[in-house]
């Protein structure tokens, strides 16, 4: 039961919104499925070339990323977890930077002045495409998709998605993780 | 000394009266038969599907429920969670244990729940079941002496005794009776509609709980809000909330996407009705798949749109005011608009908080209300009306640490000042374009303008239509088995004294609380006895029997009661 509900109700959401009187407290990120979870060569499923416009307005695609090892990473600056992993992932996108892994953000819900500003303060030098609408997300299902807010998805060199975390990252987990990828040169 | 009789005892041939029967010899030895599996098996299911069962297990689950509306869930809340976690330390870990943090997905409410459904559906299939065979059942024999039946005639006829069944056997047939027939008598039923009516009362009934199961396991609840100019995709991380059922996951949800293009409200401006609303109208485009092609849609309160499977309906909506924030480094920080929360109904105040975590060097946050036609009363300021004529805000700033850092979910309506210091500047009423400037050079809030925004719930509800039709069919098997009476009605015909042959028709409700059996028998035994004697119809009079037989002396008794004995 547990592990048929598991991968439903992990949304990081912004806000109850009910009937005419929305209740005061809002935000609930539902952080009941946090985890992070690899895949062995021959079972991971090939990534959607997704595109789309970075904050700073130039146009990007997943696939120029190819031969590289991609870390996706879902966020948005209104979301606490995601600032509290912002320093682990602006760390390890400067650390494997040399091994050939690009770090991608992928920006939610959230406004070009509120993201820069974030980027900004946590010192995150990789580009991050605008989706305010969400949409990058469809193209994932199917396959690994974001099972809430902030999702990693880490990518291997031939385009498939090799692993995933939900929820906050956390430094040495993230590092063993690439470490894996990187070594295995898959 | 006492006998002692043991059921089934068979007194050993030999035995006299005084002494004790010998016990039978049982196959696991002398004593009672062990009980077994199989009969604690079929003890347990008995239990089970009791009447009584069913109605501790309803009360147990609306028990259970309980818990789940006092104590905060982390399905529904879980920024409460994690405050009650740091309210009662000790408490809460034993709590958890319990599952007393997610009550309605904990083992023990799922065994509730699905013992109450077994106990039901134990309790309606058997049922059911002989209620099958009932319907089905053809009528008893004709009784021996049909005088004890509370209404019963007799009569003298010409006819033979063949003839005279047959006869009856055809008017009762006509009249759509089910019959029985045997060696001079007739035996006839009708009214079975109210067994086939209690029937399909408890396949609906278990139909509605089929229903339901369906929809709770299949179906899902999600809301949105959206600002007018914004979109948003049908994904997990997009939606405000998601209440899957228990077989639902994330791919389960329809990939649409939908834009509110503009949100319209109409007030009543004039009159005793002044400030009710007239219309909501949510103007939106939406594609069902990703490049599909775009089409527009007009959501208005209970008018849901059906996208793919789902159903979108308007709940509610609000004002979002647009604030631009410059930092003490005259950068931008914030630039958006940021949905707030009415407070009145009537004049749609709002209250709500914009969080800038992102200032240079401290994080900003502010507290305050939009007004949409703000008039200054007696000093106070107030909304005049909902809808948004002379809009203003009011705004309290703070500075310092909002709390976001550390990961611990946060509401977005809610500031929290704990660790904050509000700062000194006097509060001001902002119109559209007017900036409040931060003492310390802290940088500056501007109110560039206003939008709307609506609330919109997107629905999945796979146990909606055949519960509707479960319902109704219910409903009317109810009324088919308390409005149709099942009534017999026997005829036996023999030879008497003299060669003329009697026929005695009696009839018996089963169910006769209206008490309309007594007309309807006179009438039926009337149309009988003219078909037996081929006198005048029913109602024609009381002619003599052309058959040139007299009557029975003493007449005939219609009613219940006393018919004459044959000589």
Same mark, same amino acid.
């Given at each position: ?5 598991s ?7 912004s ?7 929305p209740?005061s407290?809002?935000?609930?990120f539902?952080?009941?499925n946090?985890g ?7 079972d991971r499923?090939a990534a ?10 130039s ?14 990473n ?11 992993e912002?320093?682990t ?14 770090f991608l953000?992928i920006?939610?819900r959230?406004s ?7 980027m ?30 902030p999702?990693t998805?880490?990518?291997d ?5 090799a ?6 990252s ?12 990187t070594a295995?040169s898959? | 000394?006492a006998? =002692?009789?043991?059921p ?12 004790p029967?010998?016990p ?5 030895g002398?004593?009672p038969r ?5 009969g604690w ?8 599907t009791?009447m009584?069962?069913?109605l ?7 028990a259970?429920?309980?818990p789940?509306?006092v104590?905060?869930? &982390?399905g ?9 976690y740091?309210?009662?330390p ?14 309605f997905g ?5 065994a509730?729940?699905?013992?109450l459904?077994?106990?039901l ?6 049922r ?16 021996k002496n ?9 009569y ?12 009856a056997?055809?008017v009762?047939?006509? #009249?759509?009776f ?5 060696d001079?008598?007739?035996?006839a ?5 109210r ?11 278990l139909?509605?709980l ?7 396991l299949?179906?899902y609840?999600a809301d ?5 100019? &914004? ?15 228990r077989?639902?996951?994330a ?8 834009t ?5 409200a109409?007030y009543?401006?004039?009159g005793?009705?002044r ?6 109208d ?6 069902? &798949? ?8 007009d959501?208005q309160?209970n ?7 789902a159903?979108?309906?308007? %709940?509610?909506?609000g004002?979002?005011p647009v604030?631009?924030?410059?930092d ?20 749609? %105040?709002?209250e709500?908080?914009?969080k800038?975590?992102?200032?240079q ?10 007004l ?6 007696g000093?106070?300021? &107030?909304s005049a009306?909902?809808?948004a004529?002379?809009?203003?805000v009011?705004?309290?700033?703070y500075s ?7 990961g611990a979910?946060q509401s ?7 660790a ?5 500047v006097k ?13 310390g050079?802290?940088?500056?809030i501007?109110?560039t ?17 055949p ?11 109810l009324?088919?088995?308390? =409005? ?5 009605v ?8 003299g ?8 009839g ?5 609380v ?6 309807e028998?006179t009438?039926?035994?009337a149309?009988? #006895?003219?078909?037996h ?24 008794? %219609?009613?219940a009661g ?6």
């Amino acid at each position: 039961m547990a592990v048929a509900g598991s991968l439903a109700v992990s949304a990081c959401a912004s806000g109850p919104i009910a009937a005419n009187t929305p209740k005061s407290n809002g935000a609930s990120f539902v952080t009941g499925n946090t985890g992070a979870q690899m895949f062995k060569p021959g079972d991971r499923p090939a990534a959607p070339d997704i595109s789309g416009t970075t904050l700073s307005g130039s146009k990007l695609s997943l696939s120029a990323y190819r031969g590289t090892v991609v870390v996706l990473n879902f966020w948005g600056s209104w979301c606490s977890p995601c600032r509290a992993e912002a320093p682990t992932l602006a760390a390890l996108s400067q650390k494997y930077a040399s091994r050939g892994v690009r770090f991608l953000g992928i920006d939610i819900r959230d406004s070009p002045a509120s993201a820069e500003a974030f980027m900004r303060d946590y010192g995150i030098r990789y580009p991050s495409l605008n989706d305010p609408s969400d949409e990058l997300a469809l193209a994932f299902r199917g396959t690994v998709s974001p099972g809430g807010i902030p999702t990693t998805l880490l990518i291997d060199r031939s385009g498939h998605i090799a692993g995933r975390i939900i929820g906050e990252s956390s430094y040495s987990g993230l590092n063993a993780m690439l470490a894996d990828i990187t070594a295995g040169s898959s | 000394m006492a006998e =002692v009789r043991t059921p089934g005892a068979v007194r050993s041939p030999g035995g006299t009266p005084g002494e004790p029967a010998a016990p039978p010899a049982f196959p696991g030895g002398p004593g009672p038969r062990p009980f077994g599996l199989p009969g604690w098996a079929r003890w347990a299911w008995r239990q089970l599907t009791s009447m009584r069962t069913a109605l501790i297990l309803l009360f147990l689950l609306a028990a259970g429920s309980v818990p789940g509306s006092v104590i905060p869930q &982390q399905g529904i809340d879980a920024a409460a969670v994690q405050s009650y976690y740091k309210a009662h330390p000790a408490l809460a870990p034993i709590l958890a244990r319990l599952g007393l943090f997610d009550v309605f997905g904990s083992p023990w409410f799922a065994a509730i729940y699905i013992l109450l459904f077994i106990s039901l559906a134990g309790c309606v299939v058997p049922r059911a079941w002989r209620l099958l065979g009932s319907a089905r059942a053809l009528p008893p024999r004709a009784p021996k002496n049909l005088s004890r039946l509370p209404h019963a005639v007799r009569y003298a006829t010409a006819m033979p005794v063949d003839g005279v069944t047959a006869a009856a056997a055809a008017v009762l047939a006509g #009249r759509r009776f089910r019959l029985q027939r045997g060696d001079g008598w007739v035996s006839a039923e009708k009214g079975y509609l109210r067994d086939a009516g209690n029937l399909l009362f408890h396949v609906a009934l278990l139909g509605v709980l089929f229903s339901v199961a369906l929809g709770g396991l299949f179906g899902y609840k999600a809301d949105r809000l959206l600002v007018s100019g &914004q979109t948003f995709a049908d994904t997990v991380t997009a939606l405000d909330e998601f209440h899957p059922g228990r077989l639902v996951s994330a791919a389960d949800l329809p990939p649409f996407t939908l834009t509110l293009e503009r949100f319209t409200a109409r007030y009543v401006t004039s009159g005793p009705q002044r400030e009710q609303p007239l219309s909501f109208d949510a103007h939106v485009r939406y594609t069902a &798949q990703p490049g599909g092609p775009a089409r527009t849609g007009d959501l208005q309160v209970n008018h849901p749109l059906s996208i793919d499977g789902a159903k979108v309906y308007l %709940l509610g909506h609000g004002y979002a005011p647009v604030f631009r924030v410059t930092d003490s480094r005259g950068q931008v920080v914030y630039d958006q608009a940021t949905p707030f929360v009415p407070q009145d109904m009537s004049s749609y %105040l709002s209250e709500g908080v914009v969080k800038v975590p992102d200032a240079q060097p401290q994080q900003l946050g502010f507290a305050g209300i939009f007004l949409p036609t703000a008039v200054d009363v007696g000093g106070q300021l &107030q909304s005049a009306f909902p809808a948004a004529y002379a809009p203003a805000v009011s705004l309290i700033a703070y500075s310092g640490n909002l709390g976001m850092n550390s990961g611990a979910p946060q509401s977005v309506y809610e500031l929290d000042t704990a660790a904050m210091h509000r700062l000194p500047v006097k509060p001001q009423v902002l119109t559209p374009g007017q900036s409040m400037k931060l003492p310390g050079g802290q940088g500056t809030i501007t109110f560039t303008g206003y939008r709307q925004w609506v609330s919109l719930a997107i629905n999945h509800d796979p146990g909606q239509i055949p519960a509707l039709i479960s319902a109704a069919a219910a409903l009317l098997g109810l009324l088919l088995s308390f =409005v149709v009476r099942r009534r017999r009605v026997f005829v036996r015909a023999w030879r008497g004294a003299g060669g003329a042959t009697v026929a005695e028709v009696a009839g018996l409700p089963r169910h006769d609380v209206g008490g309309g059996f007594d007309a309807e028998f006179t009438e039926l035994a009337a149309t009988l #006895r003219s078909a037996h004697q081929g006198g005048p119809p029913p109602g024609g009079g009381d002619g003599p029997p052309p058959g040139g037989q007299p009557a029975e002396g003493g007449g005939e008794n %219609l009613t219940a009661g006393h018919a004459d004995p044959a000589p």
